[in-house]
């Protein structure tokens, strides 16, 4: 089984809603057929980058909340765990019907009348909202739930449990498996001005805004992949895997969790790295164009070192997320690990690692109908910062 008719219908979203929606309703009569589902409604957003979401509309007249979490070239069978996240005491908010095959994951939940952070977050950096307040509020006590949690299910497992845990395939096996290769390997990079082979660009040295880099890209590549191997024993918590503000939901009643599909025990920090990178530096991945309109970059190429200049930065609404998280989730993790025998230097090679899988591996940077070349230079430089180890 694969997950072919799901990316097919991600992709075709953005383009051709109709046909994306005709074969979605087929999709869902065959696996619920129960539900007499007669219509769905796709609802492309670019927060979508390998999901898709909507409405369902049931032959009763009810009108239902869907999402699934798109993973081609998975080594993981079974997506999505919601009880267990709620056991601990995560406020997620559990589906209706779930199915957790791959190839077939696929959740759907009661209507839901709530915006995501990821949707408020764009709408304040717009001044189309004015509650950041509110919102930093509620993003303070979620996080401060959140160290209570990872501190309550924090134990070891053995190089067996970790190497099952799904969170895996949203750095690992990305990046030692055939999505790295299928988006860089022996291809050409589109530069601003000209074109590199991706070998080429492996072996540059980096100087951004000033800093040199001590390590090439291929280097850190190589570095994560080892650093990354799943099969070894470690630290879990019980987590969501992949919290980014797209599958967080702002309510009244505070900030809510959905679509775990990367739930489960893994390491603390892993856990975070979704959200630490996502809701704080990936704005122009979700909008390319729009931030390449007043992105200013430069870059020379001596033949041995890329020295970039650029002027990406956190807006208010984005650092917040950063120190929420950083102050009252990440530092004390890593407090507790440090107690407990772990070695500083190891947790932040680890983190690292899985950072730099983010702007490398959530999409193709070299796709240029995707990411002008400016963008793609960013996500590069991107790449080389959060993926080197801070001396």
Not at 317 to 346: N, Q, T, Y
Request: with cysteine; charged share 20%; net charge negative.
């Amino acid at each position: 089984m694969n997950d072919a008719r799901l990316q097919r219908i991600q992709t075709l979203q953005f383009t051709d809603k109709a046909a994306a929606e005709g074969l979605l309703l087929s999709f869902v009569r065959e696996l619920f057929p129960k539900l007499a589902a007669i219509r769905v409604e796709l609802r492309p957003q670019a927060v979508s980058l390998n999901s898709f979401n909507g409405y369902l509309t049931l032959a009763d007249g009810r009108r239902l909340f869907f999402k699934t979490h798109v993973e081609p070239n998975s080594v993981i069978g079974e997506y999505y765990n919601a009880r267990a996240l709620a056991e601990v005491g995560y406020p997620v908010i559990a589906p209706l019907h779930a199915s957790t095959e791959y190839g077939k994951q696929f959740l759907i939940y009661d209507l839901i009348n709530a915006p995501s952070v990821f949707d408020v977050a764009h709408a304040l950096e717009h001044g189309e909202r004015r509650d950041l307040g509110a919102l930093t509020a509620a993003q303070n006590a979620a996080d401060s739930h959140l160290i209570e949690i990872y501190r309550a299910t924090l134990r070891p497992i053995t190089a067996e449990e970790n190497a099952n845990a799904p969170i895996h395939q949203l750095f690992y096996h990305r990046l030692a498996g055939e999505r790295y290769t299928e988006f860089y390997v022996n291809k050409p990079f589109e530069l601003p001005d000209s074109s590199l082979d991706w070998a080429d660009l492996l072996t540059r040295r980096w100087i951004i805004n000033g800093k040199a880099y001590p390590e090439t890209l291929g280097s850190l590549i190589e570095r994560a992949k080892r650093t990354l191997e799943p099969d070894q024993p470690t630290w879990s918590i019980v987590g969501h895997g992949d919290a980014h503000n797209g599958n967080v939901f702002f309510t009244p009643g505070g900030l809510r969790y959905f679509d775990p599909a990367f739930g489960g025990r893994h390491h603390p920090l892993l856990d975070l790295t979704k959200p630490m990178f996502h809701n704080v530096l990936a704005t122009w991945m979700y909008h390319p164009q729009e931030v390449a309109a007043t992105l200013q970059i430069s870059y020379q190429d001596d033949g041995e070192t890329l020295k970039v200049q650029h002027d990406y930065a956190p807006s208010a609404v984005r650092s917040m997320f950063r120190d929420s998280k950083a102050d009252r989730v990440l530092h004390p993790i890593l407090v507790e690990l440090v107690r407990r025998g772990e070695s500083p230097w190891a947790l932040m090679q680890l983190m690292s690692a899985a950072m730099l899988c983010c702007p490398l591996l959530t999409l193709n940077l070299a796709d240029r109908t995707r990411f002008p070349a400016e963008i793609g230079l960013l996500g590069l430089a991107l790449c080389v910062e959060v993926g080197s180890v801070a001396e």
